[in-house]
């Protein structure tokens, strides 16, 4: 089954402890990116990778870090938690580096610090 | 920067009948909209797109319209059904681009029986 696989699903962390959220897809898709949802605010971008090895900043990347190592998979790290990281995540990969809108989306990932 | 917005938040409707979900966007260059779907608990779902070049396309019961003199986007559902309650987002990108989409907050259609 062709899917986005976020993890940990939930998450409750303390303040300054590093933690990384894992993303892989099985679709040997080109695009993956990472959004974080708010409510009132929306589904914003983090992170993006047109491919291996490439990685670019999107519009909230303070605080997160990403590497893609590997086509399948894009971890979202956030190297010193705070209290405003507590969001939903979402992780999505799209067919082509050059966009074609139809994102496929992991279930989510809800994470708190505290 | 630019904003994707949807005129109301919650948009409740009886089933059987007909859906309008409707979506303004402020950024002239945007060549590409799409709408997205978003059940409780999940991850968002794509719906249906269309590019600029289009005023109209339709899908399995939905139909998206654009409409660029004023800048709007609908999305009709025909015959709602219990399983259309989500939170529907319309998206535009703006030149292709692999910086990725940007979102409207949110509409969220509620079924009643």
């Known amino acids: 089954e062709a899917q986005v696989t976020q993890n940990p699903r939930y998450l409750i962390t303390v303040t300054g402890k590093k933690l990384t959220v894992t993303c892989s897809q099985n679709?040997?898709?080109?695009?993956m990116s990472w959004y974080r949802q708010d409510p009132g605010l929306g589904l914003r971008q983090i992170y993006y990778s047109m491919n291996v090895e490439v990685t670019d900043k999107g519009d909230v990347p303070e605080g997160y870090k990403v590497s893609r190592k590997e086509k399948r998979n894009f971890p979202l790290i956030l190297e010193s938690p705070s209290p405003n990281q507590t969001s939903l995540y979402f992780c999505?990969?799209?067919?082509?580096?050059?966009?074609?809108?139809?994102?496929?989306f992991g279930e989510g990932s809800r994470l708190t610090v505290l | 920067g630019e904003s994707v917005g949807l005129h109301l938040p919650t948009l409740s409707v009886q089933e059987g009948d007909n859906s309008i979900i409707n979506c303004a966007y402020s950024?002239?260059?945007?060549?590409?909209f799409i709408w997205y779907k978003q059940e409780s608990g999940k991850g968002p779902q794509f719906i249906i797109d269309i590019r600029s070049n289009m005023d109209k396309r339709q899908g399995q019961r939905v139909t998206v319209l654009l409409n660029k003199t004023v800048k709007h986007l609908s999305l009709q559902i025909a015959a709602t059904q219990p399983g259309d309650s989500a939170v529907y987002f319309c998206a535009e990108n703006s030149g292709g681009g692999a910086d990725g989409l940007t979102f409207g907050k949110g509409t969220h259609l509620i079924i009643q029986p």
């Open positions: 999505a990969s799209s067919v082509s580096a050059f966009f074609t809108g139809e994102l496929f």
């Open positions: 950024n002239s260059a945007s060549d590409y």
């Open positions: 679709m040997n898709h080109e695009y």
